[in-house]
């Protein structure tokens, strides 16, 4: 066999997982995310040699603009955003297959023009690619963007082999549960389920993929992993960003529909799920689907309510005054939006029956922060009863997703001395102190996996509706209720008090990270 001499780029997959020839179209080319995540992602995966040998990159946008000046803004993006320095040499190798097309989202001739350019593309080539279609736009076009794909023939490219047609959805899928149904529709009428990769950049975080690996891979855990054993689950997700700019989007989305619905059920989801037959991506989704579908209904209303909804004042973040939610611009200083949720969920199933799931996320809080918090039930005080001398705390399994990728067990030990004192330790694991620091970012992990096709890390159209299904009645609700219910919190604190009455009724606490 002829010995391959190319440069390592070019070799591509040969000693990885093997995507075939690949044509990446972005749509939203000019946009933040193909800027700060998409373009650097590429960019990481060809520095790692994971793109296939002959990759392509086309950037799709309303503007016109050259593809020299395509490739000049792209390399500008790497400089900037990527984890790792731009090295010309292989950045030279990419940019020369990198191309623009310029079009409306709803000119079905702009799209010809985009399958007649990866047609020459194949033809120079001598030999088929796959296309991969990456929706990166406001969802008001995705749409006329996922029919115009269909209606140009592009969606049935190599229907039957290897390089068939991919496309990948950024969220949301829809605003709630017959908008997602409606889009789940839309994209049905022009592609197969296995062609489509609904993308959570959660997902493809180390630590929650982590969790699949804490669970079924380590025998001291997925035992003690029910009922019997852990007395409640929290999830957090905070930001101590405020809505910035982006305050009229937010007027339309709230915290539960930007974070809650998406990111956080798909944390909960994992955490909770029965055991996959196997890794295969249609078992986990499976799983998760299933998961999904057994959370009881939320109470909502003023006696007894799952969910607390609130939105941020004036505060403190960092020792700087920031302003409240209705201050900010863009924003009705008549606001109804949320931007802070707690729910209190139950799941009826065999395995998490009595145990109560704990969900908060918002924005202006202390801290930055996502993470996963098993607690477990405390053991019989029988040896070590509670007094000045045994400060005893319950065993919590926790894994932090942002901004440290890590897990912290937390632990009752005997303080050094002559006395017998207990303290509560931590034993901590953090990626950057085990593996280095440079840790692959999610979009890289998600890309790599849509090229290759495996489905593991994206959302299931089912997954979508399971999940609205839970949220739409309450959104409903807010609706007709107005402003009322709705709860404040001072900017830099971590929620409102009404959150913490969630907890205070099964005789629990909120974290505090």
């Not at 149904?181 to 180390?206: M, W």
């Not at 249609?282 to 309510?305: C, M, Q, T, W």
């Not at 209705?326 to 065999?350: C, D």
Request: aromatic fraction near 10%.
């Amino acid at each position: 066999m002829a010995q391959d001499n190319r440069h390592p780029f070019l070799q591509g997959l040969s000693k990885h997982r093997g995507a075939p020839p690949t044509v990446i179209t972005i749509f939203g080319a000019s946009g933040d995310l193909c800027k700060r995540k998409l373009v650097p992602a590429i960019y990481n995966l060809a520095v790692d040699n994971l793109l296939p040998a002959d990759f392509y990159l086309i950037g799709y946008g309303r503007k016109p603009m050259p593809d020299a000046t395509f490739r000049e803004l792209a390399s500008e993006s790497i400089s900037k955003f990527s984890r790792r320095s731009l090295n010309t040499e292989i950045w030279d190798r990419i940019e020369q297959n990198t191309y623009y097309c310029s079009g409306g989202y709803d000119e079905l001739e702009a799209f010809k023009n985009l399958s007649a350019k990866i047609e020459s593309i194949e033809k120079e080539l001598g030999r088929d690619v796959q296309s991969v279609f990456y929706i990166s736009t406001p969802p008001s076009v995705f749409e006329p963007i996922i029919e115009n794909i269909g209606a140009a023939g592009l969606a049935i490219r190599h229907q039957d082999s290897d390089k068939h047609t991919k496309v990948v959805v950024e969220k949301p899928f829809g605003k709630d549960l017959e908008s997602a149904r409606h889009l789940n529709r839309v994209i049905g009428h022009v592609f197969q389920e296995r062609q489509v990769y609904r993308i959570d950049h959660y997902l493809g975080k180390e630590t929650v993929q982590d969790l699949l690996v804490q669970r079924f891979a380590n025998s001291i855990f997925e035992p003690l992993w029910n009922r019997q054993y852990v007395e409640c689950v929290q999830i957090t997700v905070a930001e101590s960003l405020g809505v910035g700019t982006r305050g009229g989007y937010y007027e339309q989305s709230g915290a539960t529909r930007d974070m809650i619905q998406n990111h956080t059920m798909q944390l909960l989801a994992l955490t909770a799920m029965e055991p996959p037959v196997s890794l295969d991506a249609e078992a986990i989704r499976d799983e998760k689907v299933k998961l999904l579908k057994a959370i009881k209904p939320l109470r909502f209303g003023y006696e007894n309510s799952d969910v607390i909804r609130a939105q941020y004042t004036e505060g403190l973040i960092d020792g700087e005054k920031v302003p409240g939610y209705k201050q900010e611009e863009g924003v009705s200083p008549s606001s109804e939006t949320e931007t802070f949720g707690a729910f209190r969920l139950n799941i009826s199933n065999w395995r998490w029956e009595g145990v109560p799931f704990y969900l908060r996320s918002g924005k202006r809080m202390a801290r930055r922060v996502t993470e996963i918090a098993i607690q477990f039930k405390r053991p019989p005080s029988t040896l070590f009863s509670e007094n000045e001398m045994f400060n005893l705390e319950s065993n919590t399994l926790t894994f932090q997703i942002q901004p440290d990728e890590g897990s912290t067990v937390l632990l009752n030990a005997k303080i050094p001395g002559l006395q017998t004192r207990t303290q509560p330790v931590k034993m901590h694991f953090k990626y950057s102190a085990t593996f280095g620091s440079n840790t692959p970012e999610a979009y890289e992990r998600l890309v790599l996996d849509a090229m290759i096709g495996d489905g593991t890390l994206f959302i299931r159209g089912d997954e979508t509706e399971a999940s609205w299904s839970l949220i739409t009645p309450l959104h409903e609700f807010w609706a007709s209720e107005k402003e009322r219910g709705m709860e404040n919190y001072v900017s830099g604190s971590w929620g409102p008090l009404a959150a913490d009455r969630l907890l205070w009724d099964n005789g629990h606490e909120w974290r505090r990270p």
